[in-house]
């Protein structure tokens, strides 16, 4: 890392990138580029073929520095997806230098709630999810977001929700989407995907769908789920999926009343042939506040994650993943050190002993980084579960929002975590979930309780909840030294907190991701 940082951080290299990332007559200088690297041919001017040995120069350096050889690095290019990332780094790196972890352009990836209208009422959902928002983007609106989000440099897109699949013009939109050489992910509750919407799904061009399983039969699932004849729904989308030859994922919410479910639902997850099972961290928020206490102990998170680790490897299927961003520090403390999963962006297995290296660049916490999402009405937020709202795409450029916001440019910054997170030697592959401070503690820069380094933290919260009976009481919001609102104050601006409906009084991030 510290080979790359010396070597494209200096100024003279970014005044070279500054050169390389700009638009001029040709276009976009730096996708010319890309282009010629390609061995593309096409009208460009004398700085658009310098630009293109400029990149090529350093795309080749960068191949020998992660053992990945060029033909696979142009092999990847070819693809627009990984053409889209690549310049969103690059352009990343021009504007904010090589940072720790890095900072990029825009988000790779967007999660947009397309809908707050749900035929399902989980217990843990964490939009609260049931009618249609009077006030979300109608079609147009949505096509010109999509179409801004591209122009941006977002990679990837995921229309989340509510039940996006309820939306008439969810297939409209995601078009539109493809269209704009955007990777897009579907993630639904699986119980609408019938064999002609699997088959809507694939000619669509959908990258990947994620159906979310909480239980590994139906008595656990639909108790979650609170409506009989989900689990049967959702299983049979989910086959609906896999016989399309879509790139089907299940998502698994783990709680304390499924935790010891987990073994079987990764069997069922190999029996249905789903590529990857992900693991979502529980976070009280949305009408997760009213079940905080089903929240699993530091010990079994960390029960699970080595599990989730064994599951893993050469030849075995399903990938299995966890949104905890503490699975990347247990990943270095077990047999392969090399191999860690990078956050949520996890790299698959052609990177495998060079993780490590981008794990410490790009990993832990995507949140206001990485990644941002969209509510149905255009409020941004850093992440899903964290109900901050930083601005609206109805009001101001999304680019705005993301350059500017305080609360993204705080999460962006590690060295401001505090107590355990802040002085981990993992902060910089981990940092904790900040959705879990925020609804723990509302303050983004405490430690997340759920990290087994964090467990005399933890048992204080049971302690004070056996005392109040009450774990939906945000008892440390309250913080003696005033540290709970340090986002308020960023650079003097300040950021709405989403009302979240509930027996909470204010905020409270969120739950773990349920469709
Ligand atoms: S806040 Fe938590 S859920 Fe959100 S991106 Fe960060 S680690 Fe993931
Ligand atoms: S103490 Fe914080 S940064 Fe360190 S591993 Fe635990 S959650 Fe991650």
Redesign the pocket.
């Known amino acids: 890392m510290a080979a790359v940082e010396h070597w494209i951080g200096n100024p003279v290299s970014r005044a070279l990138l500054r050169f390389v990332a700009c638009h001029d007559e040709c276009g976009d200088r730096l996708s010319n580029a890309i282009d010629q690297y390609l061995g593309m041919d096409g009208e460009v001017c004398w700085k658009c073929r310098l630009a293109g040995k400029l990149v090529g120069y350093t795309l080749d350096k960068s191949s020998r520095i992660f053992g990945v050889s060029s033909e696979e690095i142009k092999k990847g290019l070819a693809e627009p997806v990984f053409k889209r990332g690549l310049m969103n780094v690059l352009n990343g790196i021009s504007r904010y230098g090589i940072t720790r972890p890095q900072i990029i352009n825009a988000p790779f990836l967007v999660v947009w709630d397309f809908t707050h209208r749900c035929n399902l009422a989980c217990r843990h959902c964490y939009q609260n999810a049931q009618a249609a928002l009077p006030d979300e983007l109608d079609t147009t609106e949505a096509k010109d977001l999509i179409r801004e989000l591209a122009g941006a440099g977002v990679v990837v897109i995921a229309f989340s929700g509510g039940e996006p699949l309820m939306r008439k013009d969810f297939f409209e939109v995601a078009a539109c989407a493809k269209d704009y050489g955007m990777y897009v992910a579907l993630a639904s509750n699986g119980t609408l995907i019938t064999p002609g919407v699997a088959r809507r799904l694939k000619e669509a061009g959908i990258d990947y769908v994620e159906v979310s399983i909480d239980g590994k039969d139906a008595a656990s699932h639909d108790t979650m789920r609170g409506i009989d004849g989900a689990f049967e729904r959702s299983v049979a989308g989910i086959r609906h999926c896999v016989e399309e030859g879509l790139y089907t994922c299940i998502a698994t919410t783990v709680t304390r009343d499924n935790y010891d479910e987990v073994p079987a639902i990764h069997e069922l997850a190999q029996e249905l042939k789903v590529t990857r099972l992900i693991c979502f961290n529980f976070i009280p928020t949305g009408r997760g506040v009213e079940m905080a206490e089903k929240d699993v102990t530091p010990c079994q998170r960390e029960e699970l994650l080595r599990f989730i680790l064994s599951r893993n490897g050469p030849g075995r299927f399903p990938e299995v993943l966890s949104t905890a961003?503490?699975l990347a520090?247990v990943a270095i403390q077990g047999k392969d050190p090399e191999g860690v999963p990078v956050g949520h962006f996890h790299l698959g297995a052609g990177l495998s002993g060079k993780t490590r290296m981008l794990a410490d660049f790009i990993g832990?916490c995507g949140a206001g980084r990485l990644y941002c999402s969209i509510e149905p009405q255009g409020n941004v937020q850093p992440c899903v579960f964290m109900p901050i709202t930083v601005g609206n795409v109805r009001e101001e450029p999304f680019l705005a929002i993301w350059h500017n916001a305080g609360v993204l440019r705080q999460l962006r910054d590690r060295e401001l975590?505090t107590g355990?997170?802040g002085s981990?030697?993992?902060?910089y592959i981990?940092?904790?979930?900040r959705a879990r401070a925020w609804s723990y503690f509302h303050d983004l820069t405490r430690?997340?309780p759920?990290?087994?380094?964090?467990a005399a933290i933890w048992d204080e919260i049971e302690r004070e909840a056996s005392h109040t009976r009450a774990w939906t009481t945000p008892w440390l919001w309250a913080s003696p030294s005033g540290a709970g609102e340090t986002y308020l104050q960023w650079e003097g601006e300040s950021a709405a907190v989403t009302p979240q409906s509930g027996s909470a009084p204010a905020p409270a991030a969120a739950s773990a991701k349920t469709k």
């Not at 981990?430 to 979930?433: F, M």
């Open positions: 961003p503490q520090r832990g975590l355990s997170c981990c030697e993992n902060k981990c940092g904790g979930c430690p997340d759920g990290c087994i380094r964090n």
